[in-house]
């Protein structure tokens, strides 16, 4: 079975400083692993996503994340927070072997402070 | 091209009463997937769907909740006799059908949020 722990349930960091979100993954297949972000009350957005290309993946907003299959990791990081990046994060794998149903972490409630 | 649209966004039930909640997925979509999310908490799959089919409905409630996906129309997730415990946000995604690549990004609504009083 797959899944994916958020090691953080909270996050605080000062406004221009590095943000790292930690995810680990247990897989039986060859995953696929995305960074959803959600502001409150709002839906979710895609950050980014792995489908075993590039083992470090860039996306929106200046966030990045690298899949280190040894570590069973992907964690989610961003060299300078702002203040619009405080939101709810969630780090999810695909189940590529039943239909792309989605596996979500826990989330990681991330504070930015001016 | 429109993404995927829920509606209601807001719903308030009395307890008894039956939830109707409505997915569009985007143009050209097949797949639909059926999330709740409880306060505080992640996201837990329901429902996956494809048209006139349930292909997974391993996180669905045995009694009270059903979906569908018509040929026409947008997915239903259906609450029968609905309890405070239903009180929760409930989130519907859509993907392309590729014939057979799984792994295709699902987009998602902005969501349902249901209160049960």
């Known amino acids: 079975a797959q899944s994916v722990t958020q090691l953080d349930s909270h996050v605080s960091v000062s406004e221009g400083t590095p943000v790292l979100l930690r995810c680990n993954y247990s897989?039986?297949?060859?995953?696929?692993l995305f960074w959803y972000v959600q502001h409150p009350n709002k839906g979710l957005q895609l950050l980014l996503k792995?489908?075993?290309?590039?083992?470090l993946v860039k996306g929106i907003n200046g966030f990045e994340a690298e899949f280190k299959k040894s570590e069973t990791s992907f964690h989610l990081t961003k060299p300078s927070a702002h203040m619009s990046d405080a939101a709810e994060y969630f780090c999810?794998?695909?189940?590529?072997?039943?239909?792309?149903?989605?596996?979500f972490g826990q989330g990681t409630e991330l504070s930015v402070k001016p | 091209n429109a993404g995927v649209m829920q509606n209601p966004r807001h719903l308030v039930r009395r307890r008894g009463q039956e939830a109707r909640l409505r997915c569009s997925p985007m143009k050209g979509h097949s797949h639909v997937y059926w999330y709740r999310q409880l306060p505080e908490e992640g996201l837990k799959f329901m429902v996956y769907l494809q048209k006139e089919n349930i292909i997974d409905e391993s996180g669905m409630p045995k009694e009270r909740f059903s979906a569908e996906f018509p040929k026409e129309g947008p997915s239903i997730l259906r609450i029968q006799q609905v309890v405070r415990g239903d009180s929760a946000a409930y989130f519907c995604a859509s993907s392309l059908s590729t014939g057979g690549l799984m792994n295709t990004e699902a987009f998602f609504g902005q969501g349902t949020r249901l209160t049960v009083v």
């Open positions: 999810v794998v695909s189940d590529n072997n039943q239909g792309g149903k989605l596996i």
């Open positions: 897989s039986s297949y060859s995953p696929s």
């Open positions: 792995y489908t075993s290309a590039a083992t």
